[in-house]
C-alpha cells in the first residue's frame, strides 16, 4: 500500500466511536429511568400523573439535548462523506437540527371569560381554545409550505400529537397552559394565505370576534427553531378506517 493510500482516513473509523458513543448513552438513560422509577411515588389522580410525567420528560429531554450535541460534535469530526451527506439532508425535514429563516407565528388564547360574564347562550367551552383551533392552525401551515414548525418550546415532527388535558395541551409528554404559540419558518405570504382559506381557522377567528378568543398573526424576519428533543423512530402503527371527516360548519358550535 502506498503512502498516499495509507494517509487517507476511512470515514467509518470516525464513524465507531460516534455509534459506541450513542449506545452508551441509550444504555445509560434506560438504567437512570429504571433506577428512579421504582423510588418515585406514584400519582393516585390523573393530573398528578400528568405533571409528574410532564417533569420527568423536561428532565430527560435536557438529557437527550446535552447527549445529541456531543454526538454531533463527534460526527462533525467524521468529515463530510457519502452517509453523512444524506443525513444533513434530512435532517431538517426530520426535525433533529434547527432551523432558522423568516416565519410566522399565531397565538391562540382563551376569552378570559367566567361563568358570571359568560354571555347569555354561550358555554365555557365556546370560550376556550380546543386541540382542533391548534391542529387547525398546524395543518394550515403545513398546507401553506411551512419548512419546520414549534408550538410553544417544542419542536414538531410527524410524530408529534397536539392533544387536550381539561383546558391544558399536552404535547409529546409535557403540558402547557394558554396562550398557545405556533411558530413556523417558510414563505410568509404563503403560509398567510392558507390560514386565510382554512375553514376550521375560519371558524375559530369568527368565534374570537363574537367572544374575545385570542388570535394573532406576527411576521417574524428571523426566527429560529430548535432540534425535536425527543427520539423520531416510530414504536408501533395503526390502520385507521371509515370516511373522511367533513369540514366544519361555521355555523355550529364549538367544542
Known amino acids: 500500500m502506498s503512502t498516499q493510500q495509507q494517509s487517507r482516513r ?11 458513543l450513542a449506545a452508551g448513552l441509550l444504555f445509560g438513560t ?12 406514584r400519582p393516585t389522580d390523573l393530573v398528578s400523573l400528568v405533571e409528574q410525567r410532564s417533569d420527568e ?4 429531554t435536557a438529557l437527550v439535548a446535552r447527549a445529541s450535541e456531543e454526538v454531533q460534535a463527534l460526527g462533525r469530526e467524521v468529515g ?12 431538517a ?12 407565528q399565531v397565538v391562540l388564547d382563551d376569552a378570559g371569560l367566567t361563568l358570571e360574564t359568560l354571555p347569555e347562550g354561550y358555554t365555557v367551552d365556546d370560550v376556550v381554545v380546543h386541540e382542533q383551533d391548534v391542529q387547525a392552525v398546524v395543518n394550515a401551515l403545513w398546507a401553506g409550505g411551512a419548512e419546520a414548525m414549534m408550538i410553544q418550546d417544542q419542536r414538531i415532527v ?17 403540558v402547557y397552559s394558554p396562550p398557545y404559540t405556533i411558530t413556523a419558518v ?5 403560509m398567510q394565505q392558507a390560514l386565510l382559506g382554512d375553514p376550521v381557522v375560519t371558524n375559530y377567528r369568527a368565534w374570537a370576534e363574537i367572544l374575545g378568543l385570542g388570535y394573532e398573526v406576527r411576521e417574524l424576519d428571523e426566527v429560529e427553531l430548535p432540534a425535536f428533543g425527543g427520539t423520531v423512530r416510530p414504536q ?16 355550529l358550535p364549538r367544542g
Do not use: F, I, K, M
Request: some cysteine; glycine content about 14%; aromatic content about 4%.
Open 93 to 104: 425535514t426530520a426535525g433533529t437540527t434547527p432551523v432558522a429563516g423568516p416565519g410566522l
Open 236 to 251: 408501533y402503527a395503526r390502520v385507521v378506517t371509515g370516511t373522511e371527516t367533513p369540514p366544519p360548519d361555521p355555523d
Open 57 to 60: 420528560v423536561e428532565r430527560l
Open 158 to 174: 410527524s410524530t408529534s400529537a397536539v392533544q387536550c388535558v381539561g383546558n391544558t395541551l399536552y404535547l409529546q409528554g409535557r
Open 80 to 91: 463530510d462523506h457519502g452517509p453523512g451527506r444524506e443525513a444533513d439532508a434530512l435532517a
Open 186 to 190: 417558510g414563505d410568509v405570504a404563503s
Open 30 to 41: 434506560s438504567a437512570a429511568v429504571a433506577q428512579h422509577g421504582g423510588s418515585v411515588e
Open 10 to 20: 476511512s470515514p467509518w473509523r470516525g464513524a465507531v466511536p460516534v455509534a459506541t
